[in-house]
């Protein structure tokens, strides 16, 4: 990456603009997104360690297009072996679907409805043998304790496995005839394995799953450095994840260190195992060096961008994400390891920025809270839009969650020490409310962003971005119109 000035200032991504270059890439397809830090993404995407952002869902569909997901460190370690343990069994190509028995009410299935975006509950039998499928269409009108056998479509499309993998021209066309652009995919049994749906068949010819040794699906997950993290770190481990993050607001303190070296102990040195180690936050190039010789493989660069974050404003400590990203990705790479660029990604080019700057991933908090994915109820408002709750890690309402089990002095002296937003909504795209959306937004921008630069993979665009400085008015000059301005 070439900058065309010497900044005076750090840096946001606001900030800064690429300049085209001569290309010989001609379609966007032809750019290969895979990352080189050996997480397994082909897509340069994390989806944060929140708890409104990754759960079981967002982690299965996130590694189903070539990304990735972060598990949040304060659910209980039961229950984070038991969703990694799950996750490993999902379906490459076929969604993981709802499900109801024929004794199922409509109350209960427009409960599920807004699970999935493709919008279909199905009624299976005792067996798990579909009976038919629901959508709201099925059950506008109706009563809500109708049961759901009573209103059902019946024979809707079936495939074998074999068939959802055969020729996706062939595939799309026979379920896009559809009524409901869904088909199930049967075992050879009959019983039901997933869902496929007529978008899906389009994005498995365009990602490439993030996949283990074995062929299943890849999970990340969070420890909390003020945790038993060897304990921890093994159990997970144990149970299939693949990456484990140490994360604190403040990476770069000596207790994140001394659990860097006790977990890179239990794992064997770096490169002896494929399970890699992310630790952070950090924003500088002294920081970034600590954690990668205490035994990190990946360093997560931000402190203050999230847009649920109040670090900045309360404490005033933090750094432009944009020069925080340069500054880490260089100095790591100088000692053979990586950094994500964690925060502060509000748009595509905000992400083709960071990586750009030498980050091998990105993680997204807020933008993928929004999703159907994410794990929080889905709301409407008063006006008719869908939205789902979002809160920052360090806000009261995490807090206090997370010091449940603590006596009531202890939780009362922590939460004098609150930071962050305890509730924000985050609005669903109209018609586009899954975060395979935003996966198909952002990849196109990056990949566009890459054939403008000449570059056919990531490394390349490292190195041939072009990037200048531009003012507020600059920045605003790009921003779309929506509406006259006469």
């Known amino acids: 990456m070439r900058l065309i000035h010497t900044p005076a200032t750090d840096l946001t991504y606001d900030d800064c603009f690429f300049l085209p270059s001569r290309s010989a890439v001609t379609s966007r397809f032809d750019v290969d997104l895979a990352t080189d830090d050996r997480t397994g993404t082909t897509v340069p995407l994390v989806a944060a360690n929140m708890t409104a952002v990754s759960g079981r869902r967002m982690a299965e569909v996130m590694a189903r297009r070539g990304g990735l997901a972060v598990l949040p460190q304060d659910l209980p370690l039961e229950r984070l072996v038991d969703t990694v343990r799950s996750v490993k069994t999902r379906d490459v190509l076929v969604d993981h679907p709802l499900t109801l028995a024929p004794t199922g009410t ?10 999935r975006p493709h919008g279909i509950v199905v009624v299976v039998d005792a067996d798990r ?25 019946a024979d809707p499309l079936t495939l074998s496995p074999q068939e959802a993998a055969g020729d996706p021209a062939a595939v799309h066309a026979r379920i896009g005839a559809t009524a409901h652009e869904v088909a199930l995919v049967l075992e050879g049994d009959g019983t039901l394995r997933g869902v496929l749906t007529a978008r899906g068949v389009l994005r498995s010819t365009i990602y490439t799953p993030a996949l ?13 450095i003020n945790a038993d993290v060897v304990t921890r770190t093994r159990a997970l481990v144990d149970a299939g994840a693949d990456v484990i993050v140490l994360d604190t607001a403040h990476g770069h303190q000596e207790r994140m260190i001394e659990a ?28 970034t060096r600590e954690l990668l010789d205490a035994g990190a493989d990946i360093v997560k660069v931000g402190v203050g961008p999230g847009a649920m974050c109040t670090t900045r404003m309360m404490t005033g400590v933090g750094r432009p994400q944009f020069s925080a990203v340069l ?39 807020s933008w993928f809270a929004g999703t159907f994915e994410s794990p929080g ?24 969650s997370r010091t449940a089990a603590e006596d009531a002095f202890s939780r009362a002296r922590k939460s004098l020490f609150e930071e962050g937003i305890s509730t924000s909504h985050m609005y669903l795209a109209d018609g586009a409310g899954s975060v395979e959306d935003l ?33 507020a008015a600059g920045f605003a000059e790009g921003r779309p119109v929506a509406t006259s301005w006469s």
């Open 129 to 153: 043998r579909p009976l038919g499928i629901v959508s709201e269409q099925e059950l506008e009108g109706r009563d809500a304790f109708t049961a759901v056998s009573e209103v059902l479509l």
């Open 106 to 115: 409509v109350g209960q299935a427009r409960a599920l409805l807004p699970k």
């Open 212 to 224: 283990d040794a074995a062929g299943a699906l890849r999970v990340a997950v969070a420890v909390g």
């Open 439 to 471: 996966l198909d937004s952002i990849t196109a921008g990056v990949r566009s962003s890459c054939t403008y630069a000449g570059a056919e993979d990531l490394a390349a665009f490292r190195d041939r971005a072009v990037i200048g400085l531009q003012s």
């Open 327 to 365: 500054e880490c990705s260089t100095a790591a790479r100088e000692l053979g390891g990586h950094v994500w660029a964690d925060g502060g990604v509000r748009h595509p080019r905000d992400v083709a920025l960071a990586l750009a700057a030498g980050a091998s991933n990105v993680m997204i908090g």
């Open 377 to 400: 109820d889905l709301h409407v408002d008063e006006a008719g839009r869908k939205y789902k709750e979002n809160f920052g890690m360090a806000s009261k309402r995490a807090v206090s």
């Open 260 to 287: 860097l070296r006790s977990v890179r102990t239990e794992l064997g040195p770096a490169g002896s195992t494929p399970v890699r180690l992310v630790a952070g936050n950090v924003v500088t190039a002294e920081g």
